[in-house]
């Protein structure tokens, strides 16, 4: 055998660097060492290693070690790492270990949780990846998308998912929509004509691009490149190069470290001055009240805290299909105050449904939802009728279930259509009628064509019901138009009698008039020996059946959502590329306010800035628009205040999911720029699940609240204790740094952790969006902190310097004084509970956690009070029984006090209202 031409095995050069669509189709498959029977394994297993695997870059990660180093990076743990300095200089190594151990404990716990989110989502790429039916070896093999190579001879069917950028070798009636990729909202008829070297993406006609979808024909293609190096995947790449901005929540709690860092270095110069220059302390002891000062201010436990919540919050919004990307963008859920939604498949099943039925002189309705095969089809009385026994509808019936090329399913529990969604749902209406498929041995097929709108098969009739056994017929189904042309009769319960057209004309406006799409059905009778049809013979002839009318349904969760967003002073704009009868019909359904007519983006396109805002903010259905008309919407109603989330599933839908306050991707259909462009991802493109992420996002901002609410109150009660000290001059500090940090973080680990798992308020979805702007704590915050501080701080220097007149050891007064303090925020816990109501509001028991926590906390504090090895480490004493009933008195009375508190500003609230 002689050896191959040197230069077919010397082809290195990378393939996606060619103009593909501008080379005949046997010249790309010699540039690509390829051939119509595909590659054999060995080489594919070459390719595999030198152009890597078929699939998406999933963006730049930080390494491990920065990520770690990053967690550091926040104005309090600087100065917690500097008090761990200046005690390690004074050799109190108990404190120092202690205070790095809290800064390390904080660090980790963000370094773990960081990333969660993203898993995640790699779990839903995980679980779309696509398979690829290839020639191999000489054979057709189904395989992992991600396994295809350049030169992969592909086949393409109905309904397929283009795995890679393929150049067309041979094309049926191949039609794709490539909107993922171009914003083309019509499928684009395929070719394999070469086309001119510098034409535009979108006229490349005799390519198939990777994530673009087969809505009809078949065809077969070489692979001309994969992963990073398709379209798709070069837009991937940019979009990573988009800087993303920080959510409201990271620019609060910055700016409040910020300032508490200043009012913490403010607080420690001035009484380290009073100290050294009014009091009587050594510079050893000063110092170290002024860190056991600065350690007291700085919540240690809140950064662990917010992680915890949001990480956990993201985790419960997993369970319930809402995948949250960036762990801060939970919160930013909250303040939305317009959704502005895609149609299909989100706020409808994008399962197209038969809905009517029209024939001569008999109107039906037919029940269910989607491509699950139960409902009914009524008459006008709404009474059940059988499709077998009712002349004209069992025909009609057969007409759609023997020409159609659709496959139903089950698959997990779920229906699903392999083919078009049109002849699915025709599908689906003919296992309602009939159980069973309806039989007749199909001969020849004229495949659905734009030019001719219609599809026709040849069938050999099985049922006598239909006609004599043997015999053939011709079924036709298609554009009304294109049928009623070609037909001379009608089937009508009195027999075959000439076709009244205007009277079809007025029932399809009818039908069309619902926002339904319309479709036609009629029959004709062969020749017994006819093999073959061709569109000759449909040119005349016909008799017609009927008219179906079909919609894509709103989802009957959708509805409710829209109506809980409503009532949370959220609207809902519907943004589709779908007809304006469509998209009113639809919007009607789910209670959305229309126009007289939707404005289309052509309407948006001429308006000017001022107009299109008067739009954007009046208007909640827009119609036929594009990805360029989305992204002005956003902008015309960010530039009038509004918070916006938008979602998308194609590469054009990016800029506009970019540019608003919050991107939602779909996790279905999406392509995975839009995803990684987005701050959440819906795993299953229900908008439902949109309403049901905003709940959640306002649960967990108000769960975050309360346990600022709760923790600051105990740095406040500890630095006023520090504070008064030193102020009085008093001889030793009734707290030490260490035991300040074994509270800080032992009420934050245990008790504030609590809040995590607060159920949602009452009324918490009949609120109107928060102001963005307002910080986290306001006045009342303030005054509830400064109360409460002052209240627990008040009762342990009383109870410590009680203890010290009575001659009790220091270690002894400390550890009276560390209990109040632990108690006061233990009853404390219970009024955080809900913001604003009384402790039964919540109910005592619907957060279980809450008593787990404290439970856990009184047995750290039985350990902290008499374990030998915590007296020697922190420095306590065990305590006499009757010193706990005055501790649990403590509590009672800052529970009572601040639940007279909330009770007196309800009512001033309500007298002001």
């Given amino acids: 055998m002689s050896e191959q031409p040197s230069e077919s095995s010397e082809v290195k050069q990378d393939p996606t660097s060619n103009n593909w669509h501008a080379e005949e189709a046997d010249a790309v498959l010699r540039a690509l060492d390829s051939s119509s029977q595909g590659l054999s394994s060995e080489e594919v297993d070459s390719r595999l290693e030198r152009y890597g695997k078929n699939r998406l870059p999933e963006g730049k990660k930080q390494s491990a070690i920065v990520r770690f180093l990053l967690q550091f990076h926040n104005v309090l743990i600087y100065i917690l790492i500097l008090a761990a300095f200046v005690t390690a200089a004074m050799q109190h190594w108990i404190d120092t270990a202690v205070i790095l151990a809290v800064v390390i404990v904080n660090a980790v716990i963000g370094f773990i949780q960081e990333g969660k989110a993203e898993q ?116 991937s790449e940019m979009m990573h190069e988009v800087q993303s901005v920080q959510t409201p929540l990271i620019r609060q709690v910055n700016h409040f470290g910020k300032v508490l860092s200043g009012i913490i270095l403010g607080l420690a110069v001035t009484f380290f001055l009073i100290g050294f220059f009014f009091r009587d302390y050594a510079l050893s002891e000063l110092l170290l009240a002024i860190i056991g000062l600065a350690v007291a201010a700085i919540p ?88 077998g026994v009712v002349a004209g509808l069992r025909e009609l019936i057969t007409c759609i279930d023997l020409c159609n090329d659709a496959t139903l399913y089950e698959k997990d529990g779920q229906w699903l259509v392999r083919g078009d969604p049109t002849e699915g749902g025709l599908r689906t209406l003919a296992r309602k009628a009939f159980k069973e498929s309806a039989s007749g041995e199909r001969l020849d097929t004229i495949p659905f064509e734009s030019e001719h709108k219609y599809m026709a098969t040849l069938n050999r009739v099985t049922d006598a019901a239909i006609g004599e056994k043997g015999s053939r017929m011709i079924w036709v189904k298609g554009a009304p138009e294109a049928l009623l042309e070609r037909c001379v009769e009608q089937w009508t319960p009195e027999g075959r009698q000439e076709v009244d057209r205007d009277y079809w004309r007025s029932a399809i406006d009818t039908i069309a008039g619902k926002g339904e799409r319309v479709l036609a059905a009629a029959y004709k009778p062969a020749a017994d020996a006819t093999e073959t049809i061709d569109h000759q013979d449909l040119s005349e002839g016909l008799v017609f059946l009927g008219l179906i009318g079909m919609m894509d349904p709103p989802r009957p969760e959708a509805i409710q959502a829209v109506a809980d967003c409503r009532s949370a002073g959220i609207r809902v704009k519907m943004i589709t590329g779908d007809h304006a009868k469509t998209a009113s019909a639809i919007a009607r359904e789910l209670g959305l306010k229309v126009w007289d007519k939707p404005l289309t983006g052509r309407d948006l396109d001429q308006m000017d800035p001022e107009a299109l805002a008067k739009a954007a903010s009046e208007c909640d259905v827009f119609a036929r628009t594009s990805p360029e008309n989305k992204l002005r919407l956003v902008e015309a109603l960010q530039a009038s205040g509004e918070i916006t989330a938008m979602t998308g599933d194609g590469v054009n839908d990016a800029p506009a999911l970019k540019r608003s306050d919050v991107g939602i991707a779909m996790g279905v259909k999406g392509t995975e720029v839009t995803k990684d462009a987005s701050e959440m991802v819906l795993a299953d493109d229900n908008f439902a699940t949109i309403a049901a992420a905003i709940r959640e996002g306002r649960t967990i901002y108000d769960n975050l609240r309360k346990a600022i609410l709760f923790i600051l109150p105990t740095n406040g009660a500890q630095a006023l204790v520090i504070m008064a000290a030193i102020l009085f001059g008093m001889a030793e500090m009734p707290i030490t740094p260490v035991q300040i940090l074994w509270v800080n973080m032992v009420t934050a680990v245990t008790l504030a952790l609590a809040f995590t798992f607060e159920p949602p308020e009452k009324g918490v979805m009949s609120r109107p969006p928060r102001d963005p702007g307002a910080g986290i704590l306001n006045r009342h915050f303030f005054w509830r902190i400064s109360f409460v501080s002052a209240l627990i701080a008040g009762f342990s220097i009383t109870f410590y310097n009680q203890m010290v007149d009575l001659g009790a050891s220091s270690e002894l007064a400390t550890t009276m004084a560390v209990n109040t303090l632990v108690a006061g925020q233990i009853f404390y816990l219970f009024n955080c509970r809900s913001l604003r109501d009384g402790i039964l509001a919540q109910g005592l028991f619907t957060n279980r956690i809450a008593w787990l926590t404290v439970g856990l906390l009184l047995i750290f504090q039985g350990l902290f009070t008499y374990a030998g090895f915590m007296q020697t480490l922190m420095g306590t004493e065990g305590l006499p029984a009757a010193a706990w009933l005055r501790i649990v008195a403590v509590g009672v009375i800052v529970l009572l006090l601040v639940e007279a508190e909330k009770w007196f500003l309800r009512r001033m609230s309500a007298r002001s209202s």
């Fill in 300 to 387: 240690e436990g809140l950064p662990a805290i917010m992680t915890v919540t949001l990480a956990l919050g993201v985790q419960r919004m997993a369970r319930k299909k809402a995948i949250i990307r960036r762990l801060p963008s939970v919160e930013t859920l909250g303040s939305v105050t317009v959704i502005c939604s895609d149609k299909t498949g989100t706020l409808t099943r994008n399962e197209m449904t038969a809905q009517s039925i029209e024939l001569c002189g008999s109107r039906y309705r037919v029940s269910g939802s989607g491509y699950l095969p139960e409902g009914s089809i009524m008459d006008e009385d709404e009474r059940e009728v059988e499709p």
């Fill in 120 to 235: 995640a989502l790699d779990a839903i790429r995980n679980m779309l990846s696509l398979k690829a039916l290839v020639a191999r070896d000489g054979e057709r093999k189904e395989i992992d998308a991600e396994e295809l190579v350049p030169g992969d001879v592909v086949y393409l069917e109905s309904g397929d998912k283009v795995p890679a950028d393929l150049r067309l070798l041979h094309v049926r009636n191949l039609k794709i929509e490539e909107s993922p990729l171009t914003g083309e909202s019509v499928p684009v008829e395929k070719c394999t004509s070469l086309i001119e070297a510098h034409s535009s993406l979108g006229d490349r006609t005799n390519m198939a691009f990777s994530g673009t979808m087969v809505t009809s024909g078949r065809g077969t293609g070489v692979v001309a490149a994969t992963g990073s190096q398709t379209e798709i995947g070069k837009i």
